[in-house]
């Protein structure tokens, strides 16, 4: 399992292949080509990991530290409902402004 | 967000921030800032400039404070007004939405977590599989949500789709495929029985675990008699994980897996790292848990397949198998549609399907059933007709049309329904319009069937296989003849070998037809359906059944089975 990242690799490898699509980067060689697809889908997996956690309240993160910690069959989707997260706006709205930002204003 | 306080930011403390406006003009304010929401105001202001400043250089800085010392000034204007003209005005003035969403009152509970805090959070996240499985679907979703797909709507009619392909506006994506896509029928993907060496066991609540099992677990699971169809497994989940991830929606397929055939996938598969491919099997299952699920009934023919010995001679193994296709009717079999739309919610359009036969309990629940994946066709001219595999054998014995016996039929819970049900046993129908089953013989010391211990199984009581109407003949090109004994009666086989006397592993749900009182089946008709073991012809050339070469090779008479005994 890849620590690296919170979001699945390919889910953003496929997003990002798509913003690729719709703005080629401009590179000279598939080395290089690779290298920013790397980075970006980095940036976007910080973007939303960012935006996850930095939305919790002190005891939001607190709770969700035991069930990580203590927790094999927590229901992570009921924990969001439960504090009036609503985490599919929050990767929605991560990922729209990643993809803006990305296109400069292009549509996605 | 949520409210923020003087209290709990770092360097932060109402007496700095005095001091601070003490420096100003107006150090009497300072002791007039009384109000929750103002103090959560100036402080974010407050903090909003430290951190500008931590971050720009000397010049931005000093642009950047200077903004801040503006809107500062703002407020503090604004707040004297409201002192002056409404003494509760500042106190009853609501807080903004930035300042406290939820509109509660700010309480240490509601503080933003330190960031410190909220990174050791993401950190032990991003090792734990569950929360990542779940976050997978969220961002499926997302991706759905924002349009990146392309999407093919789907025109219901009843419970049959024809599926409208749209203009993708991907940049012609498939273009790049060098396999099959489901809309060229020539290449599209259909599903295997039996070349998957593992059933599916689906959690009963979508977004658990989709766990993997043997055969006879499955079946356990499923409760037999509610099982329509079983993919015959023994050992290896990859192949079927392969099945199934070849059968997902082009778009939802797992990088560098896209376009691939059931074998071509197994193979990457196979050739993964333990830690690719359970990060290809994470993915799998949140693709899985962002699927919305819809209850169908099939109609129609469908490709399927079986596995058949490549060299007669040399023996079952699971190199000398290869995949034969034919055609199941599967009129009245019910199945769960797993599909996924471009805007994420249950009402968008859909842009992908998979259809798997589950099995349900008596309430029509779904049972935590596992059963195989079907496709449908894209062009709508049959319905749920779906295309020649590509790597089966060429030599398919399809059936031709048959009469209105489906493939498979919902087991009925009375002998009633049975009765009114008859004529349902059919697997495969044979070119001479025959059909049979045959069943297996009991388990001599009535065991259950699968000792996972030493990973074999014993022959399948009779009785079960009565009722799930195996196939015994090893071959459906002998159709008609006698076929060759799979085992020696009594052997106890390896998993291994199990798999490659498989030829067509369902599990077929029905009465039991063409089988004469001496369980005996009719030379002539078959069943393509999973089948447990042969029988061998007596020395009269007349056949026994495997109950009476059990006794012969044994000298004891077959014990009756127990009636926990389940699965192959």
């Given at each position: 399992?890849d620590?690296?990242y919170l979001i699945?690799?390919q889910t953003?490898g496929?997003?990002?292949?798509e913003l690729?699509k719709?703005k080629?980067?401009?590179?000279e060689?598939?080395e290089?080509?690779?290298k ?8 976007l997996d ?7 956690f930095g939305?919790?309240?002190?005891e ?9 910690d ?5 229901d ?13 706006e ?6 729209q402004?990643?993809a ?6 292009q549509d996605? | ?5 003087g209290e709990?930011f770092p ?5 700095e921030f005095?001091?601070?406006?003490a420096?100003d003009?107006?150090p009497?304010?300072?002791?007039k800032?009384?109000?929750?929401s103002e103090?959560?105001?100036?402080a974010?202001?407050f903090e909003?400039i430290?951190?500008?400043s931590e971050?720009?250089n000397?010049a ?5 404070l ?7 000034e703002?407020?503090?204007e ?9 003494p509760e005005?500042?106190q009853a ?5 930035e300042?406290?969403?939820s509109?509660e009152e700010?309480?240490?509970?509601n503080?933003?977590a330190?960031?410190?805090d ?9 090792k734990?599989?569950r929360?990542k499985?779940?976050?997978a ?5 997302a991706?759905?949500?924002l349009g990146?797909?392309?999407a093919r709507?789907?025109v219901?009619e009843?419970n049959?789709?024809?599926?409208e392909a ?10 790049d495929?060098g396999?099959e896509n489901e809309d060229n ?7 295997y029985d039996g070349y998957g ?13 989709y766990?993997f099992?043997?055969a006879?677990e499955?079946?356990e699971?499923c409760n037999?008699d509610?099982v ?6 023994a ?5 079927s ?8 929606p082009e ?5 560098g ?7 071509e ?6 050739s ?7 990060s ?8 899985m848990?962002?699927?919305?699920t ?5 109609e ?7 596995m058949?010995q ?9 190199d000398?198998?290869?995949?034969v296709?034919c055609?199941?009717?599967e009129?009245?079999t ?11 919610t249950?009402?968008?359009?859909i ?8 099995s349900?309990d008596?309430n029509?629940?779904?049972d935590g059933?596992?059963?195989?994946v079907v ?8 319905t749920y ?5 590509p790597?089966?054998?060429p030599d ?5 049309d048959t009469p209105?016996?489906?493939?498979i039929t919902?087991?009925?819970?009375n002998?009633?329904?049975a009765d009114?049900n008859s004529?349902?046993s059919a ?5 001479e319009?025959?059909?049979r089953?045959v069943t297996?013989?009991?388990?001599a010391?009535?065991t259950?069937?699968?000792?996972p211990?030493?990973?074999t199984y014993?022959?399948i009581?009779?009785?079960?296989a009565?009722?799930?109407g ?7 090109r002998e ?5 060759a004994?799979?085992?020696t ?21 029905g ?13 002539g008709?078959?069943v ?8 061998t ?5 007349s056949?026994?059944?495997i109950?009476?070469?059990l006794?012969?090779?044994t ?8 009636n926990?005994?389940?699965g192959?």
């Amino acid at each position: 399992m890849d620590n690296e990242y919170l979001i699945d690799r390919q889910t953003l490898g496929k997003f990002i292949d798509e913003l690729i699509k719709k703005k080629p980067l401009a590179v000279e060689d598939t080395e290089e080509l690779n290298k920013l697809r790397e980075e970006s889908i980095k940036a976007l997996d910080d973007k939303i990991t960012k935006a996850i956690f930095g939305s919790l309240t002190k005891e939001q993160d607190e709770k969700l530290n035991q069930l990580l910690d203590h927790d094999e069959d927590a229901d992570y989707q009921e924990f969001f409902s439960e504090n009036n997260i609503n985490i599919q706006e929050i990767v929605k709205n991560s990922m729209q402004e990643f993809a803006d930002e990305f296109l400069g204003g292009q549509d996605v | 967000m949520s409210n923020k306080t003087g209290e709990g930011f770092p360097n932060t403390s109402f007496s700095e921030f005095d001091n601070y406006r003490a420096d100003d003009n107006n150090p009497e304010e300072s002791g007039k800032s009384s109000s929750e929401s103002e103090k959560g105001k100036y402080a974010k202001l407050f903090e909003e400039i430290k951190v500008l400043s931590e971050k720009l250089n000397s010049a931005e800085r000093e642009k950047e404070l200077a903004k801040s010392l503006e809107k500062e000034e703002a407020l503090q204007e604004e707040y004297i007004y409201l002192s002056e003209t409404s003494p509760e005005g500042a106190q009853a003035e609501e807080p903004s939405p930035e300042d406290n969403p939820s509109g509660e009152e700010p309480t240490p509970d509601n503080q933003e977590a330190d960031p410190n805090d909220a990174e050791g959070t993401a950190g032990k996240a991003k090792k734990c599989s569950r929360i990542k499985r779940f976050f997978a679907g969220v961002a499926l979703a997302a991706v759905f949500a924002l349009g990146i797909f392309g999407a093919r709507k789907i025109v219901q009619e009843g419970n049959a789709a024809q599926v409208e392909a749209e203009d993708d506006d991907d940049g012609g994506e498939d273009d790049d495929d060098g396999g099959e896509n489901e809309d060229n029928p020539e290449t599209a993907r259909g599903i295997y029985d039996g070349y998957g060496e593992r059933a599916m066991y689906l959690d009963s609540n979508k977004g658990g675990d989709y766990d993997f099992a043997n055969a006879v677990e499955a079946a356990e699971v499923c409760n037999n008699d509610e099982v329509e169809m079983v993919k015959y497994t023994a050992g290896n989940q990859v192949e079927s994980l392969a099945d199934y991830i070849a059968n997902l929606p082009e778009q939802l397929q797992p990088e560098g897996f896209r376009g691939l055939s059931i074998l071509e996938t197994d193979q990457k598969l196979e050739s993964l790292s333990p830690e690719e491919y359970d990060s290809v099997f994470n993915y799998f299952c949140g693709v899985m848990d962002g699927a919305f699920t819809q209850e169908i009934e099939l109609e129609g023919d469908y490709h399927n397949a079986y596995m058949r010995q490549i060299d007669e001679n040399a023996g079952y193994t699971h190199d000398n198998m290869e995949l034969v296709s034919c055609i199941t009717h599967e009129n009245g079999t019910r199945a769960t549609e797993f599909y996924w739309t471009d805007d994420g919610t249950a009402n968008g359009n859909i842009i992908g399907s998979m259809i798997v036969k589950i099995s349900h309990d008596e309430n029509g629940n779904i049972d935590g059933g596992c059963l195989q994946v079907v496709i449908p066709n894209s062009d709508g001219s049959r319905t749920y007709i779906y295309f020649d595999l590509p790597d089966i054998a060429p030599d398919n014995p399809s059936t031709p049309d048959t009469p209105d016996n489906p493939n498979i039929t919902p087991r009925p819970k009375n002998q009633t329904e049975a009765d009114e049900n008859s004529g349902a046993s059919a697997g495969i129908v044979t070119p001479e319009g025959q059909e049979r089953q045959v069943t297996a013989e009991p388990v001599a010391d009535g065991t259950h069937p699968y000792n996972p211990d030493t990973n074999t199984y014993n022959y399948i009581p009779e009785e079960q296989a009565g009722q799930i109407g195996y196939e015994v003949t090893n071959d459906i090109r002998e159709i008609g003849q006698e076929s060759a004994p799979i085992t020696t009666p009594g052997e106890i086989v390896t998993a291994e070998e199990m798999v490659t006397t498989q030829t067509a592993p369902e599990m077929v749900i029905g009465t039991r037809e063409g089988v004469d009182e001496a369980n005996n089946f009719d030379a002539g008709a078959t069943v393509g359906t999973g089948e447990v073991t042969g029988d061998t012809p007596s020395a009269d050339g007349s056949r026994n059944t495997i109950r009476e070469n059990l006794e012969q090779a044994t000298g004891n008479p077959a014990a009756n089975p127990s009636n926990d005994s389940q699965g192959f």
